[in-house]
């Protein structure tokens, strides 16, 4: 299984991004998938995870009501849109892939599989 994530970059304080994330290989049909981020210094932190059709999504309360998450199946491809974007947003921002459940987890042990992070940067 391999995910790439994309879409990460520099933007001012209110603004907005929208990552993307593609999944591929032998990953089955039910799997969640979720976002985290790490910035320099902290622990990595559970953004937001939505499970296999996109009924049920969860999100971190730092993000609650300025990030969405939304997927399209038939491409295994997940995003997370990002508005309202705050200099405490700055991070690396990493898809995850969690295939043995179909709860929507928030640690990121309990997750299988990773993409390579992409750098969000928010300036004030």
């Known amino acids: 299984v391999q995910l790439q994530a994309f879409g990460g970059g520099l933007v001012q304080a209110g603004g907005s991004l929208r990552l993307s994330c593609a999944a591929s290989?032998?990953?089955?049909?039910?799997?969640?998938m979720g976002w985290f981020r790490q910035a320099p210094g902290k622990e990595r932190e559970f953004v937001a995870a939505?499970?296999?059709?996109?009924?049920?999504?969860l999100a971190g309360d730092s993000v609650k009501g300025r990030f969405t998450i939304t997927r399209e199946n038939n491409k295994n491809t997940v995003h997370l849109q990002m508005n309202s974007l705050r200099p405490e947003d700055t991070a690396v921002y990493y898809c995850?892939?969690?295939?043995?459940?179909?709860?929507?987890?928030?640690?990121?042990?309990?997750?299988?599989?990773w993409g390579q992070g992409t750098q969000v940067t928010v300036s004030s």
């Open positions: 290989g032998h990953i089955g049909s039910t799997y969640v």
């Open positions: 939505i499970n296999w059709n996109g009924g049920r999504t």
């Open positions: 995850a892939l969690d295939v043995a459940y179909s709860a929507l987890r928030t640690t990121p042990a309990d997750y299988d599989y």
